[in-house]
């Protein structure tokens, strides 16, 4: 099925250990998006890629970085994570905003 | 800054009633997005909104989009029980030349009872 693919499901570190969150979209997107969501809270743009080779800062980028490895694959890494990390990560792709956005079905991550 | 503000938050139906989610915002923007949440699930696309006085239906679900008021609503009609789920709007901010960046409302939980 064509759509949002993200790895893994879930995942339980250590405070300090890093990970990189995976995506990848086969809808030929140019534009992908890792968003936050935590407990009561919409979700929050944490970094965006535009197009193939650009990234930028959404709205909660400290702590998190980001790599858009090609067209497909746009990957969220955190360094040392924090218990105020823990959260549910959305990935999701669009190629015309007049259209919407796919979401993925999420990582929920805990940081103990 | 934008700022997205539903109401309510929480809302308990009685199957076959009608209800209506409000959705206001703080600045200009010409894009509305709603969307379902069913729990532990990723979020499904309802409606794009594009412009002033746009509505769109699917099925039970209604949406409106008013700029002039910086107002969306998502009116529930005939509520039954498969329409259970938190509902998001979402405002694109549309700076930076970029998609996507959009500021979501904290969702209304909808429940809706026998």
């Known amino acids: 099925n064509a759509g949002v693919t993200q790895t893994p499901k879930f995942q339980v570190l250590k405070t300090g250990q890093s990970m990189t969150l995976q995506c990848a979209q086969d809808?030929?997107?140019?534009?992908m998006y890792w968003y936050r969501q935590d407990p009561g809270m919409g979700l929050r743009l944490i970094y965006y890629?535009?197009?193939?080779?650009?990234?930028d800062k959404g709205e909660v980028p400290n702590g998190y970085n980001v790599s858009r490895l090609n067209k497909r694959e746009f990957s969220l890494r955190l360094e040392s994570a924090a218990p105020s990390q823990t959260s549910v990560y959305f990935c999701?792709?669009?190629?015309?905003?007049?259209?919407?956005?796919?979401f993925g079905s999420g990582t929920r991550l805990t940081v103990v | 800054e934008l700022k997205v503000e539903q109401n309510p938050l929480f809302l308990s139906m009685q199957e076959g009633k009608n209800y209506t989610i409000y959705c206001n915002y703080s600045?200009?923007?010409?894009?509305l997005y709603w969307y379902r949440q069913d729990p532990g699930k990723s979020l499904e696309s309802l409606f794009v909104?594009?412009?002033?006085?746009a509505v769109k239906q699917e099925g039970r679900l209604m949406a409106s989009l008013d700029t002039k008021a910086r107002l969306s609503t998502l009116h529930i009609t005939a509520a039954v029980h498969d329409l259970s789920a938190t509902y998001f709007c979402?405002?694109?901010?549309?700076?930076?030349?970029?998609?996507?960046?959009?500021?979501f409302g904290k969702g209304t939980k909808l429940s809706v009872k026998p």
């Open positions: 600045t200009t923007s010409d894009r």
């Open positions: 909104l594009l412009s002033n006085g």
């Open positions: 890629s535009a197009s193939e080779g650009t990234t």
């Open positions: 809808m030929n997107h140019n534009s």
């Open positions: 999701a792709s669009s190629e015309d905003r007049n259209y919407g956005y796919t």
């Open positions: 979402a405002v694109d901010r549309g700076y930076g030349g970029s998609q996507g960046n959009l500021i």
